[in-house]
């Protein structure tokens, strides 16, 4: 306990360079995932196409590859070198977004049909039908399975020590190397690990319950313990390392 106390501030400035990868990759994956998710959904191929293609290519490839060709294959080929973090951030966005695309994907494709046909009947065009009818029905669909990207996002960044980003898993990587202490030197890691993954799932909970209001539907009772539950496991993608 001695150990971690004194090392306290290393952990969390580590844990602090966690959270900044979480936040911009999923940024980052949000906005993908919002953009060719509906590109996805409309009728002309070549929308569809370009969906296809960006899904397909970015969800096939390790987020680690990624972050590898980012950080040293990129200045190579372009001669444009990206900072470590914004690397990794890239990398993280780009591979979790390409999941997210086809949760919004889905999401659109599963409201029924007779909603779209009674926005036709009133004459809405399709951007008012989508911002207005569509997406926030859909949005209750997604975000169970936009929180478990998140965290599946998060935990991915444990691999971005690998290309000198000083995360929470560099720091504990440094403490086991200079102490030799690893059990103790990871149970920290762990512990922050855990407390973060708690915070996002918090958070996607208030989401969800905001979400389901706005639509009229009645959130499960249970409090706090309620927003605290497992996560669900939604359709099942994850991120590959």
Excluded: C
């Excluded at 060719?36 to 987020?63: C, K, M, N, Q």
């Excluded at 478990?148 to 086991?176: C, F, H, P, W």
């Excluded at 927003?227 to 359709?235: D, H, K, S, V």
């Amino acid at each position: 306990m001695e150990f971690l106390i004194e090392r306290l501030p290393l952990y969390l400035d580590g844990a602090w360079v966690t959270v900044q990868l979480t936040i911009g990759g999923s940024a980052l994956a949000f906005v993908l995932a919002m953009l060719f998710g509906v590109l996805g959904t409309v009728d002309h191929w070549l929308p569809r196409a370009v969906s296809t293609f960006y899904v397909e290519v970015f969800r096939g490839i390790a987020a680690l590859v990624l972050m590898f060709w980012m950080a040293y294959a990129l200045p190579i080929a372009t001669g444009f070198q990206l900072e470590d973090r914004f690397a990794a951030i890239v990398a993280l966005g780009l591979n979790v977004g390409a999941y997210g695309a086809e949760v919004v994907r889905s999401s659109i494709n599963a409201v029924p049909k007779t909603q779209i046909e009674a926005t036709v009947a009133l004459n809405l065009g399709w951007f008012q039908r989508v911002r207005l009818v569509v997406l926030p029905q859909a949005w209750a669909q997604m975000l169970p399975t936009f929180g478990n990207l998140i965290i599946e996002l998060m935990k991915a960044t444990a691999v971005a020590y690998l290309i000198g980003v000083s995360d929470l898993t560099a720091i504990a990587q440094q403490m086991r190397s200079s102490t030799g202490e690893t059990v103790v030197a990871f149970i920290g890691a762990f512990i922050l690990y855990y407390l973060i993954a708690q915070v996002l799932i918090f958070g996607m909970r208030l989401l969800e319950r905001r979400a389901d209001q706005r639509l009229g539907r009645t959130p499960p009772s249970g409090g706090l313990m309620s927003l605290l539950r497992t996560p669900t496991i939604g359709t099942g993608v994850g991120v590959a390392k």
